[in-house]
């Protein structure tokens, strides 16, 4: 037997049962424990096992691809109370398709010709706290930003190619503009609002609070808090709109939008992961996350000269939330050494920080880890 029919053997084997196969390890990578939180970089959330059989069962058949975001997209308004939704490629998806729909409307002439904006609309206003690098997904249309800061200002901003209205909710306090006053300025003026929600379950009822309070259009990540897809995100809000981005995505393809495709897969495991976040015990695993939290600031805490402190980010990534600081005089490791430390460790463990401190979150942790990395964290630092 030659070597070639050996390992064609081998990878035969290895095809024919594809659970015994640890694909990351063959690849050689590392997973990690997730102390962190959501971020892209780490591949975001875990998705549930009633989200992984739902992407498995879509991938077993055929369905006209309309079709599916048609029913999907009314099945979810109906879960979250709002006129209309869809399944959009993340959030930053959801910021490109609707701004889309808004500036071209149910004109595909209009469609085909972005990202070129000549003739239509083609400004968007953002307070000058909110013009973060997402903004991108709202230039990515052939748009560009018009930054103000005051609602006075805003007010003189507007003019005949003023498209839209953005709005950040994750930095809701940094600006001068409330959502209410935000809202009330885009209907005074006539002009679609839009608030980027991205990160912004829990709580669960965002879900339904900024469509109710009247923003036109909402984007919320399917892959951070819901824990669906990653690739996935959730556009709610006002049916004309919505149908309107939907002219931009696949199938159609003469469109700025047909690279952000969100298949049958992604869609169904939207869906579901939906569904499970709403029916979950927000109550019971906030409590869990507390503990887990606790937990782990005790251990760090029970090292002299290392304090912690609690807090819970009032918009954005909303979960208890760990900050551990130690003076470096009597604990002799850096803030970087210590998160490298513990990613270099055995199981490697991802947290967040800078120079100050080192940051963990457990919401995006399998129930039990929370012991390991209490574990880890005290070691370290205790040696140090
Ligand atoms: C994560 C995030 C996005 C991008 O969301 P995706 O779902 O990854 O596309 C946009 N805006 C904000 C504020 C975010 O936190």
Partial sequence: MGPSLISAKATEELVLKPAARDYFKELGLRTFINAAGTYTSMTGSLMQKEVTEAITYGATEYVNLDELHDKVGERIAELLECEYATVSSGAFGAMTIGLAGVICGMDTKKVSQLPDTTGLKNEVIVQEAHDIAYTHALINTGAKIVSVKSAKDLEKAINKNTAMLWYLNANTDLGEISREDFVALGKK???????DCAADVPPVENLFKFTKMGFDLVAFSGGKGIRGPQSAGLLLGKRKYIEAARLHTPPRGTTIARGMKVNKE???????????YLGRDHEKEWELWENQIKLISDSAKSVKGVETEIHVPPHANHVPSLKIKWDESIVKISKDDMRKALRDGHPSIETVGNKEEVGITTWMMDPGQERIVARRVKEILENA
């Fill in 189 to 195: 003026h006539g002009i679609p609002t839009f608030i």
């Fill in 266 to 276: 992604e869609v169904l495991g939207m869906l579901v992961a939906l569904e499970l």
